[in-house]
């Protein structure tokens, strides 16, 4: 008899990879997904722990499932993820109804846990760490579908300790994952018309640097760009401090690696970079960054900043407006600067009023918008290659890609041209995506 189970995903692009995993392996059980909780035996949140009160949002968000577990007691609801990494046996104390945690290293385990819940009436609870050579056995084989593009895992962890942040905390040191390994599995996803791979890791560009006899990230992406059937390679997310010359020349020699970077920089004041433990200079970085459009002037570059950091001045703020008016970030993702416990800076006194930290949040929003829809817009009339991924949300015949700097475009064409990389004239530049023309050849060629 078949199971059904429903899951949210909360969180970056590695949640997205472990929500692929628990979809494997709860196939592998007799588990079938399904769109809405009320169909589901099982209920699911892989969450994430990084935006402000998140763990409130989860506890929250998990109310809303207790109506079903009152109507249907034999309902199993589990949370895993960087929340339940974080508070642990704590959901269980404040949430009766909840059966299930696991956390960041234990999802090979969620089989073994669900089945002592459901023939047992135990609840469980697994949050340990596990060690490094455990965790390497573990990186995740996940069964493929038809898309044209997949994230690949090529590490995990991260050892850098920024003073803001929980990663290391909820996902534990830094492993990298044997190239081999990754390189086989690229291969297979190639054999299965895969065109793009995204290489993840919380630090892609320290790669290696821990495992003897190991390749560098740059090395690992020259393996990569040999592969017959890629089309375009991307990774996220970067550390500046290890952005090596090396890997700098990349984007000058491999003409499949995507002409875009994301490349934090948080803030543009020496004085928070430092609080912030971030290891580097403000003069460092946009050196950096120099020596990226030198290699490829036709690099785009976005970016993560945190807008009031415990001491951050008005100086200091625009510090970071003058940084991003000079590197002219093709976007950002700004964030308010919210506390996490266990954090080195949770213990830093706020010095901004909130007021006043939103209304330089407003500041920097508007600069940006600037800058990226003069960027945008001077793409149109322009003939961009864009990797066809599906049929576009717009609905009837249109299609969507990307072009190489991730920038979604919508356009009429047929369906043949699904993992095929056309030339497509952009007409319009709208906030979030762009629309363009097929270029004649190319409907042609589909033809």
Not at 153 to 173: A, E, K, L, W
Not at 214 to 240: C, K, N, W, Y
């Amino acid at each position: 008899m078949a199971k059904f189970f429903y899951l949210e995903t909360f969180g970056c692009q590695m949640n997205v990879v472990d929500s692929e995993q628990i979809v494997d392996l709860l196939g592998r059980v007799g588990y079938q997904q399904v769109d809405t909780p009320e169909e589901a035996g099982l209920i699911l949140l892989n969450t994430c722990s990084v935006r402000d009160k998140a763990e409130r949002k989860v506890y929250g968000h998990l109310g809303r499932f207790k109506p079903l577990k009152d109507q249907r007691p034999e309902l199993i609801i589990g949370v895993g993820g960087c929340v339940a990494q974080q508070e642990g046996e704590k959901l269980l104390e404040k949430l009766r109804y909840v059966d299930l945690v696991f956390g960041t290293h234990n999802i090979h385990r969620l089989p073994e846990m669900l089945a002592g819940v459901e023939q047992e009436g135990r609840r469980r609870l697994e949050t340990e760490f596990l060690d490094a050579d455990t965790r390497r056995a573990l990186f995740p084989e996940r069964s493929v579908s038809d898309a044209v593009t997949r994230f690949v895992t090529i590490m995990q962890g991260c050892d850098n300790f920024c003073s803001y942040c929980i990663v290391p905390h909820v996902r534990g040191r830094e492993i990298s994952r044997a190239s081999g390994e990754i390189l086989a599995e690229i291969r297979d996803l190639t054999a299965r018309g895969v065109k793009e791979v995204t290489l993840l890791g919380q630090n892609v560009n320290s790669y290696g640097l821990r495992e003897a006899g190991e390749m560098s990230f740059a090395q690992l992406l020259h393996a990569v760009h040999e592969i017959d059937g890629i089309e375009r390679i991307r990774f996220t997310t970067s550390h500046p401090k290890d952005l090596s010359a090396e890997l700098i020349a990349c984007f000058g020699g491999l003409p499949k690696l995507a002409k875009h970077l994301h490349l934090p920089v948080q803030c543009g004041a020496d004085p928070v970079l430092a609080a912030m433990n971030r290891g580097y200079t403000r003069a460092q970085y946009l050196e950096k960054v120099a020596q990226l459009k030198e290699v490829c002037p036709e690099i785009r570059l976005t970016s993560d900043v945190i807008v009031g950091f415990p001491g951050e001045t008005e100086a200091d703020f625009g510090e970071t407006l003058a940084l991003v008016e000079a590197v002219r970030y093709a976007d950002i993702y700004s964030f308010l600067y919210s506390p996490r416990q266990g954090t080195a800076a949770a213990e830093l006194a706020e010095t901004l009023d909130p007021k006043d930290k939103q209304a330089r949040f407003d500041r920097l929003l508007e600069v940006q918008q600037r800058i990226s829809g003069e960027i945008w817009q001077g793409d149109v009339g322009r003939v961009l290659p864009v990797l066809v991924e599906g049929a576009s949300r717009q609905g009837g015949a249109q299609l969507f890609g990307r072009t190489t700097w991730n920038r979604i475009v919508n356009f009429a064409g047929p369906a043949e041209l699904i993992g095929r990389v056309v030339s497509v004239r952009i007409t319009t530049a709208l906030k979030n995506s762009q629309i363009g023309e097929l270029e004649m050849d190319e409907v042609r060629a589909a033809s």
